[in-house]
């Protein structure tokens, strides 16, 4: 049903009816939660619309139209649209309109201003060495990813507050920033204390401060001076052109991070080596179970092969022995066949005497 509002919407001639045109601003810090609210007149009912800064429908009355969790409806009713946006982020800055549909067409704008709040920032030493043996400190405190770009000054000793050249390098959006102050320092003392001052809007009166003590790089110095000579001082070449010679000596808070670094760097390396061996072990131990169960399967083989053979011997034995034995009764078989051939070629000559003498008897 409310698109065919919003059809009947586009027809209306807003320009000709609009009648007031409110004007709100309103600050939220990056990640928290925006609240929209738009109330028409007491006694006046109307429909309510919220339009996002892209010019889309937020929401109609109770209905949403953009497709986006962090788009929630707190309350509606006939004289009310309250909204929130809920992890705002610096793409959410803009105006935002509510549009009141009644027997005229008044319009509420909210212009919203993002704060993007820095984290405490970082300050960094180095030491650079002019040519003519001179020294001094350069000092680079810096806040990352903030909007509208932090203020930073200089605090020398408790009571002395001043300020240094600031370069603001905002990122491809355009909207956040990066800010770093330097500050030179061309003579010091072992107590001599500099701190790095932030003040930003999100901050909300209050502020960031980084101390510097430059007794750490006195003792530094003085371990440098310690060591030979060639290790810390170069002889000039005549061939290239003169410089300053800058020697960077990360102190304070950038030598702590470097140390966590190193540290976390070693664990890690640590932790990828007690993988591999695990990884080797684990292979180790796989590839024994495999010659395992070779052996295993060519001993079994082999004895399944030695007890074939066996079989087919015994097997061949006894053929042999049956076929041994079924010679020699064949052989006695012979034998006994010859001799009783015999026995009757010597019986049937006699038996013919006897008849032939028979003969001549009867005859006579």
């Not at 001639?13 to 600050?27: A, F, G, R």
């Not at 959410?92 to 008044?106: A, F, P, R, T």
């Not at 020294?135 to 203020?151: D, F, G, I, T």
């Not at 190193?262 to 990884?279: A, D, K, R, W």
Request: with cysteine.
């Amino acid at each position: 049903m409310w698109w065919q509002v919003l059809s009947l919407l586009s027809w209306f001639p807003v320009q000709d009816t609009l009648l007031t045109n409110l004007t709100e601003t309103v600050t939220v810090e990056e990640g928290h939660t925006l609240t929209l609210e738009c109330a028409t007149s007491p006694g006046k009912t109307a429909s309510l619309q919220w339009l996002a800064p892209s010019g889309f429908t937020m929401f109609l009355n109770g209905h949403p139209a953009l497709k986006d969790s962090r788009y929630q409806l707190l309350h509606h009713s006939a004289t009310q649209l309250s909204i929130q946006v809920a992890n705002v982020t610096v793409q959410d800055e803009g105006v935002y309109k509510c549009l009141q549909y009644g027997n005229s067409v008044s319009t509420k704008e909210v212009r919203v201003i993002v704060l993007a709040t820095p984290v405490k920032p970082t300050l960094e030493a180095s030491v650079i060495r002019r040519p003519n043996g001179k020294e001094h400190v350069v000092l680079r405190c810096s806040a990352q990813r903030s909007k509208p770009p932090p203020r930073i000054t200089w605090l020398l000793g408790t009571n002395m507050e001043i300020y240094s050249e600031t370069h603001h390098k905002f990122e491809t959006d355009g909207k956040k920033c990066n800010t770093t102050s330097m500050l030179i320092v061309h003579s010091f003392s072992k107590n001599s204390t500099v701190g790095c001052v932030l003040r930003h809007q999100g901050l909300q009166g209050s502020k960031f401060v980084v101390p510097f003590q430059f007794e750490d790089l006195v003792t530094e110095q003085e371990t440098v001076s310690d060591a030979p000579e060639q290790s810390t001082r170069s002889s000039p070449d005549p061939q290239q052109p003169t410089s300053i010679d800058a020697s960077p000596r990360y102190m304070g808070l950038a030598r702590k991070k470097s140390g966590i670094l190193l540290l976390t760097l070693v664990s890690f390396l640590i932790f990828v080596l007690f993988i591999i061996v695990q990884l080797f072990i684990m292979k180790l131990r796989k590839a024994h179970v495999v010659w395992k169960k070779e052996n295993e399967i060519s001993e079994n083989t082999l004895e399944s092969y030695r007890s074939r053979s066996n079989n087919e011997e015994t097997s061949s034995q006894e053929k042999n022995s049956q076929t041994s034995h079924s010679k020699r009764c064949m052989d006695y078989i012979a034998r006994l066949y010859s001799g009783a051939k015999t026995k009757k070629e010597a019986v049937q000559p006699s038996q013919s005497k006897e008849k032939g003498t028979h003969v001549p008897e009867s005859i006579v």
